[in-house]
C-alpha cells in the first residue's frame, strides 16, 4: 500500500518535473532561433525572463521531489531499524522465557531477516 502510494507521489513528480523541462527547452530553442531574425523584432528580456520563470519552476519540482524521497527513506529507515528492534525484544523476551540457545536466537534472526529481506524486494519490484 506504502509502495502504491509512494508510486503516485513520483508519478505526479515525474510528470510535472518533465512537462517543466520541455517547456524550458522550448524556451530555449525558440531563443536560439530568434538569433537569426532581425534585430528590430527582437525581445531578449521577454525570452530571459520566460526562461527564469520556467527555470524556477523546474527547480521547485525538483527540490519537492527531494524532499519527498528524503522522507520516504527517513520513514522507511525510522520503520525497518524499528522492526528490527522489535524483533530483537521479543526474541530476548522468549530467550529467558524458554531458555534458548545462541545457536536457536540466531537461527531465529537469520530467519526473521531473510523474511523481512524478501518481502522488502517483492515489494521493491511491484
Known sequence: MVTRISAN??????????KH???L??????SLSNIRTVKAFANEEENSLRFALQNQHVFEN????????AFFF????FFARGGDLAIIYIIC????????????VTAILMYV???MSNVGAITNNI
Request: no cysteine; aromatic share 20%.
Open 21 to 23: 523541462k520541455a517547456e
Open 62 to 69: 525538483g527540490r519537492a521531489r527531494s524532499y519527498f524521497w
Open 25 to 30: 527547452s522550448n524556451i530555449g530553442t525558440e
Open 113 to 115: 531477516r531473510t523474511i
Open 93 to 104: 523476551l522468549k530467550y529467558l522465557d524458554y531458555g534458548l540457545s545462541i545457536g536457536e
Open 9 to 18: 507521489f513520483l508519478d505526479s513528480f515525474a510528470v510535472t518535473y518533465q
Open 74 to 77: 527517513m520513514g522507511f529507515g
